[in-house]
């Protein structure tokens, strides 16, 4: 098996442009997330970041532009990449147990027909011993509270064994331990060679927790290490008025494209 | 065929026109509001809901008062009424106490309830078909057998309806627009919804005789879109509503007589209730086609005369660039790639507003306004590559093609932001000058 | 002479049973109208349920609702064909139906995208729109057309007398397309439903999975609509399920409880309609009984478990 952390950049992005039902537009985005590293996608509410992660993985369509993971497209490394969507994109009543949404994970290794095999099964025990979840293996999973749901979603994420972990707010409405918990886990990914980019909302912990940044109002404010990009002036141009402006002119160019105007 | 006045007069025509009207202007209000609180759904689940307690009204006038004919749709009004009423409850309690989403909700109360109804109705079909009959006419309404009678309890209800509706209008239209804020103000939220889903089983019950079971919602939400199409207002748009709903009630009656004669078929009369919804959907499409801010045509229209100023800004920078010399023809064309026809069409109308002159047998060049309104395109263009480049930090070599749609779209508010923001910038990412407000004035 | 006539609801299941028996010890049998409706809404309510687990959980149920009003117009536009080519024909052919349910489907389906994506209406009230008025033509030119409007009664709720043994085929190979690629695929139709994103990540495709979807349920009306009529096929598709979903946590279980629940309603509701024709001389709509039953069967469900609940909490506290 080729060896991706070898490779220099996990994530590299040209021009992407991409419209978006009503309001977030990601436009001319171009940088680079290096491999290895722990990196942060921030900025305000509607400044696209979700719409970002769901772009490069192929869900949304963007209107020009080119994403490459290690060099290639994402069509040949899909099994390479693992996704955590956010936890409110899902139905918590589904009537369905802790053990089989983390043995989803599995099925990249499992064919179209076939059912889940010893070793499936023994993967899937293992993670959720990681991740703490052991007595919640048989429940349903409107029995998880929102940290043990993020730890659920972790864990199928594990057993996907990607070289790229996208993860949309994994720390939102999360208790502390639980964060404690995930964090150490990210770490050890990070150690083995792997990437992890997540969609992060606190400004506080950034620079705690990562060791790549990039910074997004619906076009590229800065992306780099924490300490050259996470400057006052910075945040102040990702969060501040000049950002709004092309938030306000994509909708005006959206409208003279429809006639509205 | 009888004239337009003897729709109100003719005691056998004023019956289902006047009904008909008053019922279509009920439903149209309250759907309107359902329709702007996006819940147009609900009206098809209750007037399926509704079935039974017709079923039920039939049954208990046929049995106990089998001779009072008045009394048979009243008993029908009131069956209906709480048939809905029950259904609304069940829908409610389903979705709070046992956790059903609302789709699933609304879609066994419909069938189940319906279900209901057929079940009891099937134990008349072959017994008593003349009671059979009279449920079958609210499956797809029959407008034509009416009475007085029914236009006088029509009548009432409406009133009851509109007076509601006019006492309430204040927290209605709060609700409508921002519940939880409505909410947190400290208006009785539940009550008034409680208020609007009674209203709104009020007017299905009055509708279903004249478009029956089937058709009702299509009642309840056509004249809400074709209304919204031409207001954002509230008030304006229950006005609307109601207009059209009543028209449509009026022509529904009219052409159902009225379009066998124009087939040559003078004995035949088409059913009222489908009439009534097709016309209610023909003024939803002239509005959807048609209305000044978001018809399809008017969109077209803009749009067009949108890219005509491209044309026209772009030409006037060619003219501008090369600063005092008059342009050619030729060179005009070949440097923006406009097909000639198009060209003498965009130069015509440019030499009539004003913008440029001809100097010479096929030469032109810019006015004063014209070198004004050129210098203003230009102004824009380098301002968001400032912009561009400075704030958002892309490579001056690439933000040229944004910047050619941008020169066309920003507005004089965008520009003094923009100004303000970069500080008067005098020079584009490629050292090209940057007109400054005089020159433009 | 038909076996079940002049049978009570009890002896209904002892004549069934001793039939069935006849049939498995390798007797010929030919199938009588009682058996005939209770194969065909056996079908239904197994293609119906099974479906609707899918629907419930995806939450557009209503969009089942506004696939029925279309094929009541393709209904129509089926009539109105037959009419005019086999002038006087009572039953509609399943063949011009299907025709006339795909063309009807592919007209709203159309028009709905394009007052949501052109129009920027609205997505309920744009369904609504659209399937009132292609309703409300089809009414029209049937009326224009014929001169007569008694379609509508049968459209509506079925007419089970008129059942004929190729029913039983049609629906049995309704469920058969049901049934069959939900269980080949079941962890990527479970997969594709729970989460949508990870599954589209993941390399499958919900898209093409909720049009499957709406082509099985269409089929399903289809299959169902001689049966039980245009909207009793919604109650197949929601009471059974959600009366499953009180009883069970695991997907598997619930499409197998929720058919189990459909098939124990519709052999109570012809048992009984058999019943009250014996001992009431009167016919009741069969399709009706059914549905009735699904909703009895729920409320009781919902009461059960009320129960069952209080007594559970009551036993812990105890302790």
């Known amino acids: ?52 992660l769901k772009t490069i993985l192929g869900l949304l369509k963007p209107l020009s532009g080119k994403v490459e993971f290690f060099g290639k497209s994402i069509k040949e490394m899909r099994s390479k990449i693992a996704y955590v969507p956010q936890r409110a994109s899902v139905d918590w009543d589904f009537p369905i147990t802790v053990f089989d949404v983390a043995l989803m994970g599995r099925f990249h290794k499992m064919k179209l027909f076939k059912r889940a095999k010893a070793a499936d099964r023994e993967a899937v025990k293992r993670v959720l011993e990681m991740v703490g979840l052991t007595p919640f293996s048989d429940r349903q999973i409107n029995q998880l509270s929102g940290g043990q749901q993020q730890r659920l979603f972790i864990a199928r994420a594990l057993l996907q064994e990607a070289d790229i972990y996208l993860m949309d707010e994994p720390f939102a409405g999360v208790d502390v331990a639980t964060e404690k918990a995930l964090i150490s886990i990210f770490d050890q990914l990070k150690m083995q060679g792997k990437t992890l980019v997540l969609v992060h909302h606190d400004l506080s912990s950034v620079e705690d927790y990562f ?12 992306s780099g290490k924490p300490a050259e990009v996470f400057t006052p002036e910075a945040l102040m141009r990702t969060y501040g008025r000049s950002s709004h402006l092309l938030d306000e002119v994509s909708k005006l160019v959206k409208h003279k494209a429809s006639g509205l105007l | 065929m009888p004239s337009f006045l003897d729709f109100f007069l003719d005691p056998i025509l004023r019956a289902p026109t006047l009904g008909s009207m008053l019922m279509c202007l009920a439903s149209s209000l309250i759907g309107a509001i359902a329709f702007v609180q ?74 189940l309830f319906f279900g209901l109804g057929i079940l009891i109705a099937s134990r008349l079909q072959f017994t008593h078909s003349l009671w059979y009959k009279q449920i079958q006419i609210f499956l797809y309404g029959q407008a034509a057998t009416m009475t007085d009678v029914h236009i006088g309890i029509y009548a009432i209800l409406g009133l009851v309806i509109l007076f509601l509706l006019y006492l309430f209008y204040r927290p209605i239209q709060a609700i409508s627009f921002d519940k939880y804020f409505t909410e947190s103000i400290g208006v009785q939220v539940p009550i008034f919804e409680s208020i609007i889903s009674i209203l709104l089983v009020l007017s299905i019950v009055v509708g279903i005789r004249s478009v029956g079971v089937v058709l009702m919602s299509g009642m309840l939400i056509a004249p809400a879109i074709a209304a919204r199409q031409w207001t954002h207002k509230f008030s304006i748009l229950l006005i609307l509503a109601g207009a059209f709903a009543v028209c449509s009630g009026f022509l529904g009656n009219y052409l159902s007589l009225q379009i066998p004669i124009w087939f040559h078929l003078p004995n035949l009369s088409l059913p009222t209730g489908p009439m009534i919804l097709l016309t209610a959907s023909f003024f939803c499409f002239i509005s959807l086609l048609f209305s000044p801010e978001t018809g399809l045509i008017s969109r077209c229209v803009r749009m067009i005369s949108f890219r005509d100023r491209r044309y026209q800004e772009n030409i006037l920078k060619s003219f501008w660039k090369k600063g005092e010399t008059p342009l050619t023809f ?79 779209i920003l507005s004089p508010e965008l520009e003094k932001e923009l100004s303000e923001l970069l500080k008067d910038p005098k020079q584009d990412p490629h050292s090209q000058p940057i007109p400054s407000i005089k020159e433009i004035l | 002479m038909n076996p079940y006539w002049g049978k009570g609801f009890f002896d209904f299941f002892l004549t069934l049973f001793s039939r069935l028996f006849i049939w498995i010890r390798g007797e010929p049998i030919t199938l009588v109208s009682d058996e005939v409706q209770l194969l065909v ?33 393709g209904v129509v536009l089926a009539y109105l064909f037959t009419f005019s080519t086999l002038h006087e024909s009572r039953f509609i052919d399943v063949k011009i139906l299907l025709v006339g349910a795909l063309i009807a489907a592919l007209l709203t389906t159309l028009l709905t995208q394009m007052l949501t994506h052109f129009m920027k209406l609205q997505e309920d009230a744009s369904i609504g729109l659209v399937f009132t008025t292609l309703f409300a033509l089809g009414v029209v030119l049937v009326t224009l057309f014929t001169r007569s409007s008694h379609i509508g009664a049968e459209a509506i709720m079925g007419n089970v007398d008129a059942l004929h043994p190729d029913d039983i085929k049609l629906v049995v190979l309704v469920c058969l397309f049901n049934l069959v690629p939900m269980a080949l695929f079941f962890k990527e139709c479970r997969m594709i439903t729970f989460d949508a994103g990870f599954a589209k990540a993941s390399g499958l495709s919900p898209s093409l999975f909720h049009y499957l979807l709406m ?90 478990k009320k129960i069952w609940k209080s007594k559970f909490k009551n036993a812990t506290i105890s302790l």
């Not at chain 2, 819940?39 to 509704?50: I, M, N, P």
């Open chain 2, 38 to 111: 996006r819940r147009s759904l609900l009206g098809e689940a209750l007037s399926h809901a509704a079935y039974p307690g017709v079923v039920l009204g039939v049954l208990f006038a046929a049995v106990f008062f089998p001779e009072w004919e008045e009394l048979l749709a009243l008993s029908i009004l009131i069956g209906a009424f709480f048939s809905a009423c029950l259904g609304l409850w069940v829908i409610h309690k389903l979705q709070r106490s046992y956790r059903v989403s609302n789709d699933a909700a609304l879609c066994l109360v419909l069938s």
């Open chain 3, 41 to 73: 809404l056996s079908g239904v309510a197994i293609a119906a349920s099974s479906v609707g687990v899918f629907l419930i959980l995806k939450r557009i149920t209503m969009l089942a609702n506004s696939l029925s009003h279309t094929l009541l117009l």
């Open chain 2, 330 to 408: 030729r060179e005009i064309a070949n440097r923006e790639a406009i097909p000639h026809w198009l060209m003498h069409f965009l130069l015509y109308r440019l030499t009539a507003q004003g913008w440029i002159v001809k100097t010479g047998k096929r030469t032109f060049q810019l006015t004063l306004d014209g070198h004004q309104r050129a210098a203003r395109v230009v102004r824009l263009h380098r301002l968001w590559e400032v912009y561009l480049v400075d704030y958002l930090g892309q490579h001056a070599g690439k933000v040229h093609r944004s910047a050619e749609e941008m020169e066309h």
């Open chain 1, 211 to 222: 060791d790549w940044v990039v910074l997004l109002n619906i076009g590229l404010i800065a």
């Open chain 1, 1 to 52: 098996m080729r060896d991706l952390s070898a490779f220099p950049v996990a994530v590299k992005v040209e021009h992407l442009t991409v419209n978006y039902e009503k309001t977030s537009v990601l436009w001319e985005l171009s940088f680079e997330i290096p491999t290895g590293t722990m990196c942060a996608i921030i900025g305000p509410n509607g400044a696209g970041k979700s719409t970002f």
């Open chain 3, 215 to 304: 082509v099985q349920v269409a089929a399903t009306a289809i299959g169902s609509f001689r049966a039980v009529g245009v909207f009793l096929f919604l109650a197949f598709l929601t009471g059974p399920v959600l009366a499953a979903r009180l009883w069970t946590q695991h997907l598997s279980s619930l499409i197998f409880l929720s058919i189990g629940i459909a098939l124990f309603n519709t052999l109570i509701a012809v048992a009984f309609s058999r019943h009250v024709l014996t001992y009431f001389q009167y016919p009741l709509s069969t399709a009706g009984l059914v549905v009735t039953s699904i909703g009895l069967f729920y409320f009781l469900s919902l009461v059960l």
